[in-house]
């Protein structure tokens, strides 16, 4: 057996956040992420689910006592900025940074989800 799913990769970010169901429905219309697994809790609530954005698999889980919600930033290279930054803003998305190009080469901005997690959502347009 192997060591972990196949198909996984070997770090993985786990947000603990309030809604955790709304962040993923946020992330499958951003991202077009597609859940995985999906564990319910009590209370309509998730107590862990496992959505898959392109290459990377991201957990997440509503927030509980002992275990509460925690402020987190993700990075996420996508092929179209601008296109994924209109979905953010569809999808209910809270202005952090507009889309602009980076000195680093990428044009990126921030998103912050229904859950409150930050989304920098990034694409490579060229310099170094």
């Known amino acids: 057996m192997a060591f972990k799913p196949e198909g996984y990769n070997s770090a993985s970010p786990y947000l603990l956040v309030?809604?955790?169901q709304a962040t993923v429905?946020?992330?499958?219309?951003?991202?077009?992420?597609?859940?995985l697994r999906m564990v319910p809790g009590?209370?309509?609530r998730l107590?862990?689910?496992e959505v898959r954005i392109d290459d990377?698999?991201?957990?997440?889980?509503?927030?509980?006592?002992g275990w509460p919600a925690?402020?987190?930033?993700?990075?996420?290279?996508?092929a179209d900025v601008d296109a994924a930054w209109s979905r953010a803003m569809q999808a209910g998305g809270t202005v952090v940074q507009a889309p602009a190009?980076?000195?680093?080469?990428?044009?990126?901005?921030?998103?912050?989800?229904?859950?409150?997690?930050?989304?920098?959502?990034s694409q490579q347009v060229g310099g170094d």
């Open 18 to 20: 309030e809604g955790a």
């Open 25 to 35: 429905d946020f992330l499958k219309a951003v991202f077009d992420a597609q859940p």
């Open 42 to 44: 009590e209370h309509g």
């Open 47 to 49: 107590r862990h689910a």
């Open 56 to 65: 990377t698999v991201v957990m997440l889980a509503d927030a509980i006592d």
């Open 70 to 78: 925690v402020d987190a930033h993700v990075h996420v290279y996508v």
């Open 101 to 121: 190009q980076k000195d680093d080469g990428d044009k990126r901005g921030g998103v912050r989800d229904p859950g409150g997690t930050t989304w920098w959502i």
